[in-house]
C-alpha cells in the first residue's frame, strides 16, 4: 500500500518503512505524516453549518417547552392539592356538623326518654290511685248491699210472689 494513500487513522506500521533508510530517519517522516501541520491548528474553525444551528435551536426549543410542560404540570399539581385541601376543609366541616345532629339527636332522645319515664311514672300512680278508690268503692258497695239487705231482710214468702 502506498504510504501517501493511507489514512491517517488507520496509523503507520513499521513494515511500511522504506528498508533502505535509517530507522531513526525513516521513524521521524512518518511522525511528520501522522501529525497535522502547526499552521493548520492555529486557523480558526469554519463556521459550524446551518443544519447544526437548526439542530441547536430545536434543542432549545423543546427544552424550553419541556420547562413550560413541567410548569404547567406543577401548576396543575398545586391546583390539584388546593382542590383537595378544601374538598378535606369541606369534609371535617361536615363532619363537625354530624357529630353535632348526632349529638342534640342523642340529647333529644335522652330527653324524650325521661318525659317517657316520668309519664309512665305518673300513669302507674294515676292506676295504682284508680285501684285504690275502686277497692275502697267495691268496700263501700259490699257495706251499703250488706246495710241493705239487713235492714230490708226479704221474707221467703215475699220473694215467692215477687
Known amino acids: 500500500m502506498d504510504t501517501a494513500k493511507k489514512y491517517l487513522w488507520q496509523g503507520l506500521s513499521p513494515l511500511d518503512a522504506p528498508t533502505d533508510a535509517p530507522l531513526s530517519e525513516t521513524s521521524s517522516n512518518k511522525v511528520v505524516q501522522i501529525l497535522a501541520p502547526v499552521s493548520d491548528v492555529a ?3 469554519p463556521s459550524p453549518p446551518r443544519s447544526l444551528l437548526r ?3 430545536k434543542l ?3 427544552v424550553r417547552d419541556a420547562a413550560n410542560h ?3 404540570v406543577e401548576a ?3 391546583e390539584q392539592e388546593l382542590r383537595v385541601r378544601q374538598l378535606l376543609d369541606q369534609t371535617r366541616e361536615d363532619m363537625r356538623n354530624a357529630v353535632a345532629r348526632v349529638r ?3 340529647a333529644r332522645t335522652a330527653e324524650i326518654q325521661s318525659r317517657a319515664d316520668a309519664l309512665l311514672k305518673a300513669a302507674d300512680e294515676k292506676v295504682k290511685a284508680a285501684e285504690e278508690r275502686a277497692r275502697i268503692a267495691e268496700e263501700w258497695l259490699t257495706r251499703v248491699y250488706d246495710t241493705i239487705a239487713s235492714e230490708f231482710a226479704i ?3 215475699a220473694k215467692q210472689i215477687a
Do not use: G, N, V, Y
Open 76 to 78: 396543575q399539581a398545586q
Open 70 to 72: 413541567a410548569r404547567e
Open 60 to 62: 432549545i426549543d423543546r
Open 43 to 45: 486557523e480558526p474553525s
Open 55 to 57: 439542530d441547536w435551536s
Open 155 to 157: 221474707e221467703p214468702a
Open 104 to 106: 342534640a339527636a342523642e
